[in-house]
């Protein structure tokens, strides 16, 4: 079990195009992609940075969990993403250890196997992990 | 002007022995140092994965500013450090576009050139800009 690299960091924001004003254009980041994505009630940009990303989130309907958090908490970091190699293992190991997780088991997202462990498993951070597809 | 990659990424923690028992333990991340930096009022922990890194803070003091951050709003995410080929061009082209800066010029670090952008530049988040020494 090892974790390979930090896959992202998501920061969510509540205009994508301003965002992207400081992180592309004064910041003078790469954006290789800006899609809507329904299904998790988000339009995200993806800005690469050496082996790792940032990934901006805007929430689609401010009653989705994402547009409820931006109005709780206002903009700023999210979640951060570790990439594993075997993501069942991470996360026996985890429950086996007492960790709090949200999701026992892994889900399918865009590329490849996501789970999250919980702000109170992982001291205040949301922590994504990803097993990505070979 | 150019971001190589995410430096690092900073996670306040009440205790780092806890916090390692998460990130280190159960997570199976590498540390590779653990040591109290005074004139920063922490003691650190670093995590590196990938080409970038996890800082675990914790405060020295409860009356320093990371230590009456943690009292107000709790474990988590602290920061992000991007890492700038040219820090004080970087400078220059954000205060021309308007970023609220906290370093309007860089302060000598532990390994290079840092400065902060105010949060309230860089939609929530407090970015640290580093350009390590050579």
């Known amino acids: 079990m090892t974790i390979k690299r930090i896959d992202h960091i998501a920061i969510v924001v509540e205009n994508l195009d301003r965002a992207l004003g400081v992180y592309r254009d004064a910041l003078g980041m790469a954006v290789t992609d800006v899609r809507e994505m329904p299904e998790q009630d988000v339009k995200m940009a993806f ?71 919980h702000p109170k498993g992982a001291h205040g951070v949301l922590v994504e992990l990803v097993q990505r597809d070979a």
Do not use: M, N
């Not at 989130?57 to 958090?69: A, Q």
């Not at 931006?70 to 985890?94: S, Y």
């Open 47 to 117: 800005l690469p940075s050496g082996d790792s990303e940032i990934e901006l989130l805007e929430p689609l309907h401010p009653d989705s969990g994402i547009g409820k958090y931006l109005a709780k908490r206002g903009e700023g970091l999210h979640h951060i993403c570790l990439e594993v190699d075997d993501i069942e293992a991470t996360l026996a190991d985890l429950k086996a250890k007492g960790s709090q997780l949200i999701d026992e088991t892994p889900k399918q997202g865009a590329y490849g196997k996501i789970a999250f462990i």
